[in-house]
């Protein structure tokens, strides 16, 4: 700034504010493997998203050629990830995966574990009529794939306070319509999780879940009536609206990461307030 007083002039130097950093998000340069991903309705497409807009580096999976096909259309809006063909029924398939991950990103700080699977025929009808095999089925893909993913990842957490995820949903301690054998498996997912967080919290590693409200996925396209279900939540919820998978993406990067740091073994119900309700 330049002034003139009288025929003296002087200059006064203005002062100049520090540019403004860009806030370091708690997920930032953190590796996440992102377990479930089918199109862009996934509940883990919405947890990808979120992890991967706070700075979060990807590891994804996909099931088979015809799902990774489908997931390389994705992956652009995430950066072009990280990603590996892997069964969660098939044990070479997960130590593979982790192996390589291993070897590539150098380890492991968040899993999402977002993979449920029961035969269409299972969900309808009584419970009584669930076969063995229907049963078995759900069990694996649904519940115990989340112990055999945690075994072969939670090495590469050791010193990087890891932390992981599994999604559920409410039919896992209320009964619903249709869901019988899922039901079912998602408590035992849920089980699963509280023990697991009981073997790994004194290795510094978090286990908790997210229960999600009903949300129009490939896997409730499964689900009889699922339709009716969307509609009475949302009537019924003290939001009256379902949850989003962004609304989801967001409560599950809030537990995975340190700001959740004291927060283990515990289910987390973002349903807009349904799971709240008597009636």
Same mark, same amino acid.
């Given at each position: 700034?330049?002034?003139?007083?009288?025929?003296?002039?002087f $200059?006064?130097?203005?002062?100049? /504010?520090?540019?403004?950093?860009?806030?370091?998000?708690?997920?930032?340069? +953190?590796?996440?493997? @992102? !377990?479930?991903?089918?199109?862009?309705?996934?509940?883990?497409?919405?947890?990808?998203?979120?992890?991967?807009?706070?700075g979060? &580096?990807?590891?994804?999976?996909?099931?088979?050629?015809?799902?990774?096909?489908?997931?390389?259309?994705? #992956?652009?809006?995430?950066?072009?990830?990280?990603? &590996?063909? $892997?069964?969660?029924? =098939?044990?070479?398939?997960?130590?593979?995966? !982790?192996?390589? %991950?291993?070897?590539?990103?150098?380890?492991?700080?968040y899993?999402?574990?977002?993979?449920? !699977?029961? +035969?269409?025929?299972e969900?309808a009808?009584?419970?009584?009529?669930?076969?063995? =095999?229907? !049963?078995?089925?759900?069990?694996?893909?649904?519940?115990?794939?989340l112990?055999?993913?945690t075994?072969?990842?939670?090495?590469?957490?050791?010193?990087?306070?890891? *932390?992981?995820?599994? %999604?559920?949903y409410l039919?896992?301690?209320? @009964?619903?319509?249709?869901?019988?054998?899922?039901?079912v498996? +998602?408590?035992?997912?849920?089980?699963?999780?509280?023990?697991?967080?009981?073997?790994?919290?004194? &290795?510094?590693?978090? @286990?908790?879940?997210?229960?999600?409200?009903?949300?129009?996925t490939?896997?409730? *396209?499964?689900? #009889?009536?699922?339709?009716?279900?969307?509609?009475?939540?949302?009537?019924? #919820?003290? %939001?009256? /609206?379902?949850?989003t998978?962004?609304?989801?993406?967001? #409560?599950? &990067?809030?537990?995975?990461?340190?700001?959740a740091?004291?927060?283990?073994?515990?289910?987390?119900?973002? =349903? $807009?307030?349904?799971?709240?309700?008597g009636?």
């Amino acid at each position: 700034m330049h002034l003139e007083v009288g025929a003296s002039s002087f $200059c006064i130097p203005l002062l100049q /504010r520090p540019a403004k950093q860009p806030r370091r998000t708690p997920v930032q340069g +953190k590796v996440a493997a @992102v !377990f479930g991903i089918a199109n862009h309705r996934s509940i883990a497409w919405g947890i990808a998203k979120a992890l991967h807009d706070s700075g979060c &580096r990807l590891a994804l999976s996909y099931q088979n050629e015809r799902m990774g096909q489908k997931l390389d259309k994705l #992956a652009s809006e995430l950066g072009d990830p990280w990603r &590996r063909e $892997c069964d969660v029924t =098939d044990e070479g398939a997960v130590e593979s995966f !982790f192996g390589e %991950l291993r070897e590539e990103l150098g380890g492991l700080d968040y899993l999402v574990h977002s993979v449920a !699977f029961a +035969k269409r025929e299972e969900l309808a009808g009584e419970y009584l009529n669930t076969s063995w =095999d229907g !049963f078995a089925l759900a069990q694996e893909v649904s519940a115990y794939s989340l112990v055999r993913l945690t075994r072969h990842a939670a090495p590469l957490m050791e010193g990087r306070n890891g *932390s992981i995820i599994a %999604l559920s949903y409410l039919g896992s301690v209320r @009964v619903v319509p249709g869901y019988n054998v899922m039901g079912v498996a +998602k408590a035992s997912l849920e089980s699963s999780m509280r023990y697991l967080a009981t073997d790994l919290g004194p &290795r510094g590693v978090r @286990v908790n879940a997210v229960s999600a409200g009903p949300i129009r996925t490939l896997s409730a *396209s499964g689900v #009889a009536g699922f339709t009716d279900m969307l509609q009475y939540a949302a009537e019924r #919820a003290p %939001l009256r /609206r379902n949850v989003t998978i962004d609304e989801v993406g967001k #409560a599950v &990067r809030f537990l995975l990461s340190d700001d959740a740091s004291g927060i283990t073994g515990q289910v987390l119900y973002v =349903d $807009c307030g349904y799971e709240s309700m008597g009636m």
